[in-house]
């Protein structure tokens, strides 16, 4: 599945929610549903700068694509970083590095985030878009 075809899936998803509050909750239950984070990767050089809370984006690289772990100390941030990860994961670094998606603007999670949030996504996806570029 593409990067366009996943970000589509959960723009659906989303848009089932009638109110922000209920887009918020979703966040926070990928958070609780992500993979269990492995305490030997939460260093400082995989933390991502800019973010409120404490965020570790992990890549790995198999078969040509990149793949993400991911965690954060706050369950709102976790909910962002594990949603952007999945959506990067098993991506070639090519694509990832050209994707040009606005996930804040397709999510309409700017009204739902406050601006340290929206921060910290921006800061996530910058910091995927740099692990692609540099193996790409």
């Known amino acids: 599945m593409s990067i366009k ?21 979703y966040l926070i239950e990928q958070a609780k549903e992500s ?27 198999k078969d040509d694509k990149l793949h993400f ?21 098993n991506e070639s670094p090519k694509d990832i590095a050209t994707s040009e998606i606005d996930l804040m603007e397709e999510f309409d999670l700017g009204v739902i985030l406050s601006p340290a949030r929206r921060n910290g996504a921006y800061s996530m996806l910058k910091t995927i878009k740099e692990y692609a570029k540099k193996l790409s």
């Not at 305490?39 to 965020?55: A, I, P, T, Y």
């Open 5 to 25: 075809e996943k970000v589509e899936n959960y723009k659906k998803t989303l848009d089932l929610f009638p109110n922000d509050q209920e887009k918020y909750q």
């Open 35 to 61: 993979n269990e984070f492995p305490e030997e990767l939460r260093q400082d050089s995989f933390k991502v700068h800019g973010c409120q809370s404490q965020v570790w984006l992990v890549p790995e690289e």
């Open 69 to 89: 772990l991911s965690d954060s100390d706050a369950l709102i941030s976790k909910g962002l970083v594990t949603l952007i990860a999945s959506i990067y994961s």
